[in-house]
């Protein structure tokens, strides 16, 4: 049985970090691919980044150079380091794993804002 819990969200002003935290269980997650994807009200869950059970990073253009993702296979966490924040990166977060089905946690809400 996978589960998955987001957290780290938060009010943060332009410019700011945070670091989105994704905690995973499940026997599948060594060698899962884990995604984050981000919802902004109205629109279509969009990809943020994703990370290969070996660590082969993928980023969407729209935060190249600013998202880190990263995973510490020993305690099932996925990071997602999240730097010089703008308002048009206010979401809700969501931690995606895919093993035959989609599994996904409920979500954390970041908000850039001055």
């Known amino acids: 049985q996978v589960q998955l819990v987001e957290s780290g969200g938060g009010v943060v002003q332009p410019g700011g970090s945070l670091r989105l935290t994704c905690a995973a269980s499940?026997?599948?997650?060594?060698?899962?691919?884990i995604n984050w994807y981000r919802r902004v009200s109205g629109k279509e869950r969009e990809l943020v980044a994703a990370?290969?059970?070996?660590?082969?990073?993928n980023y969407a253009d729209f935060v190249k150079g600013r998202f880190t993702i990263s995973r510490d296979n020993a305690v099932k966490m996925v990071y997602l380091q999240m730097n010089s924040l703008k308002p048009e990166d206010t979401a809700t977060y969501y931690c995606?794993?895919?093993?035959?089905?989609?599994?996904w946690g409920q979500g954390t809400r970041v908000t850039v804002s001055s």
């Open positions: 995606n794993l895919k093993f035959g089905r989609d599994y």
């Open positions: 990370i290969t059970g070996g660590g082969v990073t």
């Open positions: 499940g026997s599948v997650f060594e060698v899962a691919t």
